[in-house]
């Protein structure tokens, strides 16, 4: 592992995407926008905005991290410039935090600019910082960013890539505690709840909605999401095969 | 004559099919090897077991004292391939700069290996808006950037026009003069008379592994094309039915 290289293909991955201004203006406007939205259902601001709006906060950034990365990484599959990066002296890991450390910064600003819009145009009333919302916001992208590495190794295809939304994301949006309260889910429910990380953002977002100040749930959620994303960058890393058939 | 890569007895599959069929030959140090062949004949497969990504199924590649693959040899080994693999999305300076970083160089080296292949002027353009053969040249100066002890380069020359592509050969051959080892694919037999020596590949079978003058001697014609026929017919000859 190299910090030189790391931080070399993090800052090429960014120019890549400064080269292109509409993904950047669809990352950046999309949620804020997806939050208004919200905002016109629930007849304006309220308690069930603020706890919908709070968890949307925590799912955008990871479901638009999947789908880019999961895509951005097949890109590099399929034009063969990952072959050719694992014949240089770039190492996996390098190449897998390059592409953590590079959208987690854009989520930074993505995560910002919503939570931004979603306190001072929509009214969005939470007890704790808004700072920690920002940060789940973050930790989850990250996530999202390594399911997305991971994820592409399994498609040949941009066709099959986007495929995998549906797999990934979408049962953990169902369990993860916004549709129904985790709580009065069925046991094997429950389980399945209890071993999807985005149930760990979904909650502790909930806490920063509750107490003024961070808790202990919180920081531990947290750290169960963060945890998520590091073993799955692990496992990206073993699906990057230098030599193949 | 130094060896810079030995191949021994190599055999490759892919998929259900046998690509390489037992292949031996040796790539001399600090010269310009010609690697030629129809297209499906499997040229870029033998540049792939060379430097290091393609599984094979049994014989050895030793490229510059040590097994094909190993990461020593990641300094060492410039690859360029088919398709040229640079980001698109990237101007040809943000790209070479990328690739000097891996490498531990500055932006300086790679602004010369810009300049070494011709695209100083269009160095602030996104390669997605370069022409094919624009964008093999961009691809190509991200492998020159190391100055690596060997360049592997799988049809460099396609598509370029007649008078770049001499000046490629005369840049091949310049750092060939400097101590670099080059191979390099090719299926127009007429850029088989630019190189030193030739390895002539069929099918999966090496024909022929010689200089130009030597091979133009055995087939006993001058003309590249005829000798390489020649060679193939008269393995056919000689081949014992299975």
Partial sequence: MSVRITLATSGRILRQLRHDRRTVALLILVPALLLS???FMYDDAGPTFDRIALIMLGVFPFTIMFLVTSIAMLRERTTGTLERLLTTPLGKVDLLFGYGLAFGLAAAVQGTVAVAAAYWLLGLDTAGNTGLVVLVAVVNAVLGVALGLFCSAFARTEFQAVQFLPVVVLPQLLLCGLFVPRGQMSGWLQAVSDVMPLS????ALGQVGAHADPTATLWRDLAVVAGAA???????AATLRRRTP | MDTAIEVRDLVVDRGRRRVLHGISCAVPAGRVTGLLGPSGSGK??????????QIVESGTVTVLGRPAGSPELRRQVGYVTQAPSVYADLSVRENARYFATLYGLDAHAADQAIRDVGLADAAGQLVGNLSGGQRSRASLACAMIGRPGLLVLDEPTVGQDPVLRADLWAKFHALAAEGTTLLVSSHVMDEAGRCDRLLLIREGRLIGDDSPAAIRAIAGTDDLEEAFLRLIRETERTEVPA
């Fill in chain 1, 230 to 236: 590091v073993v799955a960058l692990v496992l990206a």
């Fill in chain 2, 44 to 53: 870029t497969t033998l540049i792939r077991a060379i430097v290091g990504v």
């Fill in chain 1, 200 to 203: 760990y953002a979904v909650e």
């Fill in chain 1, 37 to 39: 939205l919200l905002y």
